[in-house]
């Protein structure tokens, strides 16, 4: 028997929340910029191609027909929290004694509180609800044959119910998908990111500190952010200081990918020509240094042959404590590499003073921000922001 009360699980928002963030992760790890429009793998391999049609229907109306987009992204992840105990088809309590598997809340609260608001969040804007317009609200379950006049999206929505309630297909990579065609659309519709012309040495940096320490909506990323605008200073100092003639600045690996699986034993790292690294640089996001910080990292350069390696945080924790100071020593003394640890900005704010022209930084990092898949929209966004002054 289905339940005729609207009562929503308490737990609800932290499920739908908890499932939104694992594909927009899955999404974000399809994306590729310049390979928009391609179907990738897992998602060819996984799902039909009436359902991938059905999907790529509703990413092309996302912006005309929002409120059908948002029903669909509301039903897809509501399914993919249920799975085969709820047919999301029945949208609505009062309709939802016509199945053996009632949701037992309706659908549009869920829409309107919890997803719209996390669409917001990631900067996908549009309906502030799936149920926006009244000829979604009929007390009838999404069926093929629903005759209300939904408008252009009509074919690709109904389908889409269809293909996950009738023919078993994976909600999960069906919402990660759709995430990703709208994740395509965000960065090609971005704004150019401006590059401000400076030189001065305590502009750059706070510029730089403003940049990491906001207070993103979405924290993931914002520690890609130092680590992107040291890469960048380094790019100018290796054209000017006689210490790194002949090396060669390797490009950033993922930020995803684990130093196990690249073999790199830095954040950044600077390479002789036969490939052996000769520098490099472990970066921290708001993590005080501490001797196990040491330790990890004398693990990752026992063996090479390194000249330095440089263990730095954001945090202002960064001055080395003496049991610091002593593991540090022991490093040099042991492994023949001088071991560096420091803030972020007190090194920044050095490595600047080298150069003789600081500002050529900017353009570097602003490249970096435009290219790089760890960085999303709001990252950018911000960093305008703060450039005009507008926050």
Not at 110 to 122: A, D, P, Q
Not at 185 to 195: C, H, P, Q, S, V
Request: hydrophobic letters at 40%.
């Amino acid at each position: 028997m289905a339940k005729k009360a609207d009562s929503r699980p308490a737990n609800l928002d932290e499920l739908i929340i908890k499932e939104l963030d694992l594909a927009y992760n899955k999404a974000e790890s399809y994306f590729t910029p310049g390979k928009e429009n391609e179907i990738p793998q897992e998602i060819s391999s996984n799902l039909s191609q009436d359902f991938i049609d059905a999907l790529d229907g509703i990413a092309k109306l996302c912006e005309k027909a929002s409120t059908g987009y948002l029903n669909v992204i509301t039903g897809l992840t509501i399914k993919a929290v249920y799975g085969d105990t709820v047919d999301v088809r029945y949208h609505q309590v009062q309709i939802q004694n016509q199945t053996d598997k009632p949701a037992g809340f309706n659908f549009r609260g869920v829409s309107e509180h919890i997803i719209f608001h996390w669409m917001e969040n990631h900067e996908f804007h549009g309906a502030k609800s799936g149920w926006q317009t009244r000829t979604f609200e009929r007390p009838k379950p999404y069926f093929l044959n629903y005759e209300e006049n939904i408008g252009a999206i009509k074919v690709p929505f109904l389908s889409t119910y269809d293909q996950i309630e009738t023919h078993n297909q994976n909600a999960k990579l069906g919402l990660a998908f759709l995430l990703l065609r709208r994740i395509e659309l965000r960065e090609r519709t971005k704004i150019k990111l401006a590059i401000p012309r400076l030189q001065d040495v305590l502009q750059i940096t706070n510029l730089f500190k403003s940049h990491f320490f906001y207070s993103y909506k979405d924290s993931k990323g914002a520690s890609r952010l130092p680590v992107i605008a040291l890469h960048a200073i380094y790019k100018v100092l290796m054209q000017e200081l006689v210490r790194y003639d002949g090396k060669i600045l390797k490009d950033l690996e993922s930020h995803s990918a684990a130093d196990s699986q690249t073999g790199s034993i830095g954040d950044i790292e600077i390479a002789n020509k036969d490939g052996s690294i000769f520098e490099a640089v472990e970066v921290k996001h708001m993590i005080p240094i501490s001797k196990e910080l040491v330790d990890i990292a004398k693990q990752k350069i026992r063996g090479c042959q390194a000249d330095r390696y440089y263990i730095l945080t954001t945090h202002n924790l960064h001055d080395p404590s003496d049991e610091v100071i002593t593991e540090v020593e022991n490093v040099k003394r042991l492994l023949g590499c001088q071991m560096i640890v420091n803030g972020v900005i007190p090194s920044i704010k050095y490595y600047l003073r080298l150069l003789t022209n600081p500002g050529a930084v900017l353009p570097n990092y602003v490249q970096e921000l435009a290219t790089d898949k760890a960085i999303s929209f709001e990252h950018r966004d911000v960093w305008n922001k703060i450039v005009t002054g507008s926050i």
